[in-house]
């Protein structure tokens, strides 16, 4: 996935596309799609052999060079001295043996395309990574919004500190930190607005800003330097946006084969011997897999025996070779993972029973003396046998652990030796053998101290100990093995070997053992010794190398007599499938198991048995052959091999691995000899000469290895036969029971062994011998006997049709062999009995058969995209010898002769290709086709092959081929084509791919036919295709097959010579355009610009290419839009690349063939996508006013769609279009450009500036954040999407999707085991480069440099534009237009360089432009950008900003002798600017208005005016303004504080409503930051009221408002001033201030602001706008109905604040609103963290209580916090109008909050005496407010007696007795739970004690009644009777299960009644008093 996409985070962004493509079974509509592509019927090809010479001479630049291709013979390479070759007379040997050793010989014919370098078609990712290196060595751009705060000078930004931006999302580069710690208030000492401007320093100035210069020339000057130090490859710097999947032209070139090489490890044995040192020692090593139970390689076999010891084996070993003194090896781990281990075997001389053997060298033997004489004995006597002694075993994963982790030692540990190999030596096996270093103390530990005592387990003896790691993964270990470190590993001891263990499954058991960090084998006992091998990765060259045949490798000196180094062979998991490279024939005998327990022999009794093994080539011993390889310290090779003897053993299991070298002759005699031996080791007491021998034969047996040609393998069971075989024995196998033989126990099979051939002569499969044998019955003439001359042909065929049945792993490694057999005999057919076969048809079938099988082996990392397997593109590029005729010189000429062809020695392979393709049929037809491009290839290899041996190759292009050939292939293109028509519906996967195939066809054989004869042939396939197209509704798949071929064939390294381009132009690129450029703008330039029909005709591809741009976007499918797009931003980014075309004037002549897409992209115009920027509102230049709208159409973008049919492109294809266009831009020639803006119209040039404008947008640099921050967040949405479309456009199962499916680790629905894959994805050649997964991501550099290299070629074309259209009539409004393009790209994040050129540019439009600079629709705008850009924090950007603005000011005084305008236009912008935009640096601005000062006192020009002066007071008055507004900066992060500033600076400018409106915007736009709606609305109501006010509307101004809320009259004035407000601006305030409050779901404040805009929209008759409206009252109306009941408000919190470190906030009491349901805590810790902050956490204290708070008991330095929570508050009579929830929250400005406390001055007391305390403030406006606080103004309280405080309560439970009743529908828990809170009271304080308090008294007649008591005492009557009244509704809503509930409930309430029956009573003679029963001044300064 491209990170174009990736950094879209626009809805329109491609993935768009893609869901759409996914999710409809119609992909889109290919309307209006017939139509354009008819076109291409009618265009003819060029002749291109006839005019190419005539339209480009051949000194042409980009002339087709005239030899681009060349056949070369490139040496094998091959990695010994000399090939490797049997010793054997190559005659006698098999055919096939002879082919094999002939192909693994030969060099490779290799076509070398010269220019192939620069096709798009070989683009790898080397060389894409080589180009992007290339490209940022370039020197970085600088862009502001990538400044760190640390980075920033302090000398630049004085001492202020930084802060980010939080709306943007981006890091700010100019904020001031909000909170200084350090300071005590919030005033800054330091800040500058205190400081004089006069003392401050300036920028540098300009020279040449008050130089007197034409305009041309400053143009001139300008454009010059925008050309300094340019990037030349343009979309280089693009290509990571570009999606490498896409790129269908992409096809990866074989590498030359080589060997498969693993993770070579190197293993030196430095040390091998044990404690007791007595006698030598025999050592071997090999890889094992523990879980998978496999040996992994063939045994090194090692001694390092000293001088003495070796001595005492003399009389045995004649000598010893050098070969086999080898004391390192190199190791392949083909198959890494944690369960890899290397296991050493040790043996001694055979001696008798092991276990006494060992005694000596586990216990501390003292007779040393003795046991030495004895092993001489038994060297002198037995030296020739072997006997097991010990074995050990190290970890591969303990060896890669190792060195990262060394843990201290235990203390009680010994300390290691630690002589070290260049300090990397570890003593790995401490103690215990383990890597495990922390290892604990053990029974070995003791015993190597030599304790003599046995305490603990014996654990963990003799191998490595694992570590409770978890698992690492197999891909881990790989990428270690490579890179670990050298490491010494030391084992200290060696574990004995068990004679009943040596099987390899007794190893296994013990290995997982050890893999365990339990313990090791427990049963094993210890030989103390010491082995210390080097492990390291193998170095790339290896010093006096031996490979596994023995064979020398380069570089190998003789001379030193050096041990040479063996590389060991690998026995993988699974034999890689590819092909042999180099002559090998080995055989690996293991011997199992041998069981003589029957032997009864006179001779001797079989118990010490060993085997002696012999290869016969006969049966005479003199035939034994010397092909066994000897071990170590002995011949190079021998006769014979013994295995190991076990002692008094007759059922031996056996280790012994006989390595023999096969004959390449091996034939029916070849056997395997076994000679079964008994061995005496105990000497008889006779003399020397009276001892019979060592050695007494017991049996025999045998294997043949070889039969009808095939070699024996695989595992064996022998009987052995008593005596010596007979006569002829060795012709059949010893199964058959011969007469007359004796055998032991019964002819049973006793010889248990197994047979391992590695071999690349020998296919081991059936059927690839039964093909060779035939193969070489024919060719050779000896026909076996029985078949017969008469059947032969049948066998032929039959062998033929079944060899694609063999395993294709062995096609696939015997390929090469195969594959030119097959091509010989396709054509060279073989003769029988002096007749030709017509076999050519089975050659070509088997073939196609044979290529598609190995294609569709699980081989991911073998294919590319396209399906092409790695293995099959190798062997037609390099290991293919194409069969030829053999010619004699008098041969050649062309056409060939006659009896050339038909002579039948060999007919023309491509020719033969071709036939044997056009008439197949059936199966045949079908494999060709899936394999289609492998037969192209051979065809192309073939026909460049032709040229050179034919000599064809200096003819004329039209007269290299016979007709009859081309007549071939246009057959076979036109069937091809009609196939794909065919069945694009029923198999994608094999249309794609033949379409593909066919494409890269054409694509070959641009380079070696006759151009014009190709070109006809795409022309052919265009015409088929367009037919089919047009014929049906829906042809998606096919028009994007239709794009793919085209793409392809355009990738041609010569497309630009096969397209024609134009002469150079006459005008040089820098040549201005003269002023009436268009009168010169001819037809002819037209026609070279445009797609017509000329153009086409000339250039032919690119005509075809840009005609189906142009037909794809007009069609339906995004996915063809895309494809369109792509395959042209592919194209131009190949010839950025070509160094060919890196002149000027060679790209000039390029981008002419380009020119067309100006139109295109204009005719694309309404559909390109529009949603590029990220968050970022640009700077609207107050966009309220629709400033710069009219560069963009008014009508939607879907309006336009509909009318044309043209659907929308998404954001990816919109951005690559733009680039196509940039492209031509930055390459066309000046003048062609100039000329062709010239020639277009108003409305076409205007279009033109909008398209610029959007491709400012679309690539402008986000950020180093922001980009790191996208690429990580969109990766998986992208993958995702990628997926389905793959789904859709392919289908299930295509080629290129399975391709995919593999590198993201799927493997295919055939995939092997998990093993075999991961091997294969590491060590198959080429994986690296198939597997590119994801693109590379675009660096931030990369990015940076596009960023600016677009800007700067965008900026070049408006200047041009402006340029080319001075002198026309609409010379001015282009100009003012450009403009405004220019000032929306100065507003985007640009480089520092291009900022600098971009002020240049606005200098020199000031002078064009004149008056209308400071036009209303201009001037605000553009001063705003000039002033953020003078507070630019680079120093270049912002020099120039200052001189542009100068320039600006002084362009206007002298054209209208004042500057007032100019004047008030930067004021106005200032007052918008600062504090709104947090990128803003005020000291910046500082020094750039001290620069403007300085301009105007250096400016002698008007020295004499009054203009320095009339400077100096604007730039003080932009000082003092700043003054005001910067100390918002420092409240950035206090909101309530910024918005009380702000509003009080939008105060300030009661009188100049412009100010006021933008300053009421900001805090909108601030309120809608934090999400607080109801505030921005109301902002935004304040607007509108002000606006009306301004324009008297309905003759009531701001009154209208007052209904929305009564702070509207705010906005009341008496006079109205000077504004530039329209009834426009005040409708979009009310509708934007309408969305807003329905946002914060205030509905009916929507209702009242639309009664004011509905008579507006009236008088206007806008009944769109009217039905909008009602649409939006409908929906308000209905959202109250349904939340009826369910509506949540603001909560109220009051705040008091107090301390001196408040400054001007201490003292003052305020009203904050907060979001609904806000809880106290919440509040709390809002403010107690932001001052605490601010002031230090110890520094705040948050007061809780509602109490008066004392100031002088407050700590001075400290800083309180009162929080209380209050309700709205309102009087009786306001209750009465204010019924709804909303209307209790709107409008308010008076809240209460009440305060418990008793007479004695507790809070809380008995009811009696239990008083309350109201606090009711009063705010200074209504709330909701352009504010979320507002200052109390007034405070009055209310003090509740004791026993109204009990009313207040009763009435309260009264309220909700009654809503509880009434509530409808009835909620049956809200009734029961309030009943029981009534009637259920148990505690204190409940309904019954308030009565008996207050009442009880009144009724015992101990007080008077009074006025209160009996409002209390009604009150409760009224309490009883609501009781009894939901007691009753509840009996209607209970279920029979809460009877029982319901009667308890009636029984407390009757007990509650009766109880209060007597206090209710009226008491009788007293007469109530009207006094409040009691002074409310006893309670009101109680507390």
């Known amino acids: 996935m491209t990170l174009g996409r990736k950094y879209q985070n626009s809805s329109g962004n491609a993935g768009d596309a893609r869901k759409v493509y996914a999710g409809q079974s119609k992909v889109g509509t290919l309307s209006g799609c017939s139509s354009s592509i008819s076109l291409s019927d009618m265009i003819e090809p060029p002749d291109y052999e006839e005019v190419c010479e005539r339209l480009m001479g051949e000194n042409d630049p980009l002339a087709y060079p005239a030899n681009d291709i060349e056949l070369l013979t490139v040496p094998r390479r091959i990695r010994t001295l000399q090939h490797v070759l049997p010793d054997e007379d190559l005659s006698k040997a098999p055919m096939f043996v002879r082919d094999c050793i002939s192909c693994y010989t030969a060099d490779y014919t290799v076509v070398d395309y010269k220019y192939r370098a620069y096709s798009g078609s070989s683009c790898t990712r080397e060389r894409l990574n080589e180009r992007i290196e290339r490209l940022l060595a370039a020197p970085p751009h600088q862009y502001e919004v990538d400044v760190e705060p640390h980075a920033v000078s302090t000398e630049e930004l004085s001492s202020q500190q930084f802060e980010s931006q939080p709306s943007s999302g981006r890091q700010s580069v100019a904020s001031i930190s909000s909170s200084s710690s350090c300071n005590e208030t919030l005033t800054p000492r330091g800040s500058w607005a205190s400081l004089d401007l006069r ?139 944690p369960d890899v281990f290397l296991v050493v075997r040790v043996e001694k001389v055979l001696q008798g029973d092991v276990n006494e053997c060992v005694e000596p060298y586990i216990k501390d033997d003292k007779n040393r003396e003795k046991v030495r004489a004895g092993a001489a004995a038994a060297c002198a006597r037995l030296g020739r046998f072997r006997m097991p002694l010990a074995w050990s075993a190290v970890a591969l994963l303990g060896v890669l652990a190792a060195p990262q982790d060394p843990p201290a030692q235990p203390q009680d540990a010994p300390t290691p030796n630690t002589n070290s190999l260049g300090n990397r030596h570890h003593c790995l096996l401490h103690n215990t053998n383990s890597l495990d270093r922390k290892a604990s103390s053990s029974s070995l530990e003791q015993l190597r101290r030599r304790a003599g005592e046995v305490g603990g387990s014996l654990t963990r003896k003799g191998s490595i100990e694992r570590r409770a790691t978890p698992q690492q993964q197999a891909d881990d270990i790989a990428t270690q093995l490579d890179t670990f470190k050298p490491i010494v590993i030391t084992v200290t001891s060696f574990f004995k070997q068990e004679t009943d263990k040596l099987r390899d499954e007794d190893l296994y058991k013990f290995l997982a053992e050890i893999k365990r960090p339990s313990s090791a084998p427990r049963k094993l006992k210890c030989i103390p010794g010491t082995l210390k091998i080097e492990v390291s990765p193998c170095p790339e060259e290896i010093k006096n190398g031996l490979t596994p045949e023995l064979a020398k490798l380069a570089p190998y000196n003789a001379e030193e007599n050096v041990r040479p180094c063996k590389e060991i062979l690998a026995f993988p998991l699974s034999a890689a499938a590819v092909p042999h490279l180099q002559y090998r024939n080995l055989l690996y005998l293991a011997v199992r198991e041998v069981n003589l327990a029957a032997c009864a022999s006179r001779a001797a009794s079989a118990r010490n048995i060993t085997v002696k093994i012999q290869l016969m080539s006969g049966e005479d011993q003199a035939s034994a052959l010397p092909a066994i390889f000897g071990r170590s310290s002995c011949p190079e090779f021998s006769t014979e091999a013994y295995t190991t003897v076990l002692y008094h053993n007759k059922n031996p299991s056996l280790y012994d691995e006989i390595k023999i070298k096969l004959p390449a002759d091996l034939g029916d005699q070849h056997h395997l000899l076994f000679t079964f031996l008994h061995v005496s080791c105990q000497r008889k007491p006779v003399a020397p000469d009276q001892e019979k021998s060592v050695e007494t034969p017991v049996g025999y047996s045998w294997l043949p290895l070889c039969r009808n040609g095939k070699l024996t393998c695989g595992e064996w069971a022998l009987p052995v036969m008593q005596e010596a075989p007979p006569p002829n024995y060795s012709y059949i196998f010893p199964d058959v029971q011969l007469p007359g033989t004796r055998w032991i126990d019964n002819h049973r099979p006793l010889l248990s062994l197994a047979l391992d051939a590695h071999t690349t002569t020998h296919p081991l499969d059936g059927y690839i011998e039964r093909f060779a044998m035939a193969c070489e019955a024919v060719q050779e003439g000896n026909i076996p006997p029985r078949i017969g001359l008469a059947n032969m042909e049948a066998e032929l065929r039959a062998s033929i049709a079944e060899l694609p049945t063999a395993s294709v792993e062995a096609l696939a490694r015997f390929l090469p062999v195969l594959g030119d057999k097959l091509l010989q005999l396709l054509a060279c057919a073989p003769r029988l009995a002096a007749q030709p076969l017509n076999i050519a048809q089975d050659a070509f079938t088997c073939l196609a058969h044979i290529f598609t099988d190995i294609t569709g082996m699980c081989e991911g990392a073998t294919c590319d995209a396209h399906g092409r397997s790695g293995l099959l593109s190798a062997y ?392 790191m921050k996208c690429a990580q967040q969109n990766v998986r949405k992208t993958t995702d999407i990628k997926a389905k479309l793959e789904d859709v456009i392919l289908g299930q199962g295509s080629a290129r999707s399975d391709f995919i499916m593999r590198r993201k680790g799927g493997g295919g629905s055939s995939a092997r085991s998990g093993g075999r894959e991961r091997w294969r994805k590491e060590w198959v050649r080429g ?134 305008r100019v004047k008030m236009q930067v004021t106005m912008s200032l007052s918008s600017l600062v504090g709104t935009s947090t990128t803003f640096s005020e000291e910046s601005l500082r020094r750039a208005l001290k620069t403007v000062l300085m301009y105007a006192e250096k400016d002698q020009d008007l020295h004499d005016t009054n203009f320095p002066e009339q400077v100096k007071d604007l730039v003080f008055n932009l000082h003092m303004i700043l003054s005001d507004t910067v100390k918002m900066k420092e409240f950035a992060e206090d909101p309530e504080m910024l918005l009380d500033l702000m509003y009080r600076i939008a105060r300030g400018y009661q009188h100049s409503p412009d100010l006021r409106l933008t300053w009421l915007n900001n805090m909108a736009q601030k309120h809608m930051e934090r999400s607080n709606h109801l505030e921005a609305g109301m902002c935004l109501v304040h607007g509108a009221a002000l606006a009306a006010e301004q324009l008297r509307t309905a003759g009531r101004g701001a009154a209208l408002l007052r209904r929305v809320t009564h702070n509207a009259l705010d906005e009341s004035c008496a006079d109205a001033l000077h504004h530039h407000l329209t ?141 209380t929570y209050v309700e709205p508050y ?178 407390n309430l009757a007990r509650l009644a009766e109880r209060l029956q007597p206090l209710l009573a009226r008491a009788p003679g007293h007469v109530a008093h009207l006094t409040n029963g009691g002074n409310k001044c006893d309670y009101k300064y109680q507390a």
């Open 876 to 1267: 037609i590029q390099y290991q293919c010898r194409v069969p030829r005729p053999a010619l004699s010189d008098r041969d050649v000429g062309l056409p060939l002769p006659p009896h050339v062809m038909t002579d039948g020695s060999c007919k023309i392979l491509h020719e033969e290709l071709a036939l044997q393709w056009v008439v197949a049929s059936g199966a045949t037809r079908d494999l060709a086709m899936q394999n289609s491009w492998t037969l192209f290839e051979l065809m192309v290899k073939s026909m460049v092959e032709y040229l050179y041996w034919s000599g064809a190759i200096e003819a004329p292009r039209k007269a290299r081929f016979p007709e009859q050939f081309t007549d071939d292939v246009t057959t076979l293109v036109t069937n091809l084509t009609a196939e794909i028509i065919a069945g694009y519906g029923k198999n994608s996967r094999l249309t794609q791919s033949l379409n593909n195939s066919l494409a890269f066809f054409m694509f070959d054989l641009l380079s070696i036919m006759d151009r014009g004869y190709v070109l006809n042939l795409i022309r052919g396939y265009h015409k088929q295709m367009c037919a089919k197209i047009a014929s049906l509704p829906d042809a998606v798949p096919l028009v994007h097959y239709k794009i793919s071929f085209l793409r392809i064939v355009c990738s041609h390294e010569h497309y630009v010579s096969l397209c024609l381009p134009a002469g150079a132009p006459a005008a040089s690129r820098a040549a201005s355009p003269a002023p009436s450029a268009r009168s010169h703008a001819s037809d002819d330039t037209r026609r070279r610009t445009a797609l017509s029909h000329e153009f086409r005709s000339r250039h032919y591809l690119a005509g075809l290419l840009l005609a189906d741009l142009t037909a794809a976007l007009e069609l339906q499918s995004p996915v063809l839009q895309c494809a369109a797009v792509n395959a042209v931003l592919s194209l131009l980014s190949a010839h950025d690349a070509d160094p060919r075309l890196a002149a000027p004037e060679n790209k000039a002549r390029v981008a002419q063939l380009y020119l067309p897409l100006l139109d295109i992209v204009l005719d694309a115009r309404p559909q390109l996508h529009r949603g590029f920027d990220t968050g970022k509102d640009i700077l609207q230049l107050d966009s309220e006013m629709c400033q710069f709208g009219s560069l963009y159409s008014p009508t939607s973008p879907e309006g336009d769609f509909k009318q044309n049919g043209r659907a929308p492109l998404n954001s990816e294809t919109s951005r690559n279009l733009l680039m196509c266009l940039v492209w031509v831009f930055r390459s066309a020639a000046r003048s062609a450009l100039a000329a062709r803006v010239a020639e277009l119209p108003a409305a076409r040039l205007h279009a033109l500036l909008s398209i610029i404008d959007l491709a400012f947008k679309c690539q402008e640099y986000k950020g180093r954040k922001e980009i």
């Open 199 to 337: 003392s401050s320093s300036s920028d540098p100035l300009l020279p040449d800003l008050f130089e007197k210069k034409p305009t041309e020339q400053i143009d001139a000057i300008n454009e010059a330097r925008r050309m300094e130090n340019r990037q030349a490859d343009l979309l280089g710097l693009y290509t990571p946006y570009l999606d490498e999947e896409e790129a269908v032209e992409r096809r990866l070139a074989a590498e030359m084969p080589c060997e498969l090489m693993g993770h070579r490890i190197m293993v030196v044995c430095h040390q091998l011997k044990l404690e007791l040192d007595v006698e030598p020692l025999f050592a071997s090593m090999a890889l094992y897999d523990a879980k998978e139970k496999k040996k992994l390689s063939e045994n090194f076999y090692f001694n390092l025996n000293s001088e003495c010891t070796r001595q005492m084996l003399a009389a045995h070993v004649p000598h010893a070779d050098l070969s086999t003194l080898s004391r390192s090896a190199v190791f392949d781990v083909l198959n890494p993972s």
């Open 1327 to 1460: 994986a690296a480069r198939s597997r590119g997964a994801s693109p590379a991501r675009p660096l931030p550099a990369l990015a940076a440099a596009l960023a600016a290299e677009v800007a700067l070629t965008l900026l070049h074309a408006l200047e041009t534009i402006v340029q080319s259209c001075s002198g026309l009539d609409w010379g001015q409004a282009a100009c003012s237009a450009a403009l405004a393009v220019l000032l929306r790209a100065l507003q985007r994040n640009q480089s520092t360089v291009v900022l600098q050129h971009m002020f240049a540019s606005i200098r020199s439009f000031i002078v064009k432009l004149g008056w209308s600079w400071c036009s209303e629709e201009w001037g605000p705008g553009m001063c705003r950008v000039l002033l953020r850009h003078c507070a630019a924090l680079a120093a270049a950007p912002r020099a120039h900003a200052a001189a542009a603005l100068y320039a600006l000011m002084r362009h206007h005084y002298r054209l209208g002798n004042n500057f007032s």
């Open 1623 to 1763: 009834n426009l601006e005040l409708q979009a305030l009310l509708e934007h201030a309408a969305s807003e409050l329905m946002t914060a779901g205030m509905y009916e404040t929507v209702n009242e602001v639309y009664k004011v805009l509905i008579p507006i929209a009236e008088e206007h008759r806008d009944y769109k706008k009217l039905a909008n409206i009602h649409g939006k009252l409908n929906e308000a109306f209905t959202r109250i109905d349904q939340l009826h009941g369910k509506r949540v408000f603001g909560t109220y919190f009051r705040v008091s604040f107090y301390g001196a470190r408040f400054g001007d906030l201490g003292g003052e009491e305020y009203v904050y609103k907060e979001h609904a349901l806000t809880k106290l805590p919440e509040i709390f810790s809002r403010l107690e963290n932001f001052y605490g902050s601010r002031f230090g956490a110890e520094n705040v204290v948050i007061i809780k209580d509602s109490n008066v708070v004392d100031v002088t008991a407050l700590e001075p330095d400290k800083a309180y916090i009162q929080i």
């Open 1770 to 1947: 309102f009087e009786p009579h306001e209750l009465r109008t204010r019924l709804t929830h909303y209307e209790r929250n709107f409008n308010i400005k008076r809240f209460m909050y009440a305060t418990p406390f008793t007479v004695h001055g507790r809070a809380h007391g008995a009811l009696a005496e239990q008083c309350k305390r109201k606090t009711v403030l009063t705010t200074a406006h209504h709330f909701p407010y352009v504010k979320t606080r507002i200052q109390v103004v007034q405070r009055t309280q209310i003090i509740l007696s004791p026993i109204e405080v009990a009313i207040e309560d009763i009435q309260k439970k009264i309220a909700e007795l009654a809503a509880a009743t009434a509530a409808e529908p009835a909620d049956p828990k809200m009734l029961q739970m309030v009943v029981q809170g009534c009637i259920g009271t148990t505690v204190n304080q409940g309904p019954l004690e308030l009565a008996q308090v207050f009442l009880g008294p009144v009724a015992d007649g101990t007080q008077p009644p009074t006025r209160l008591t009996n409002k209390l005492r009604l009150s409760f009557k009224d309490f009883s009777k609501k009781c009894h009244d939901a007691l009753r509704k509840n009996k209607n809503l209970i279920g029979a299960d809460q009877r029982e509930y319901q009667r308890e409930l009636e029984r």
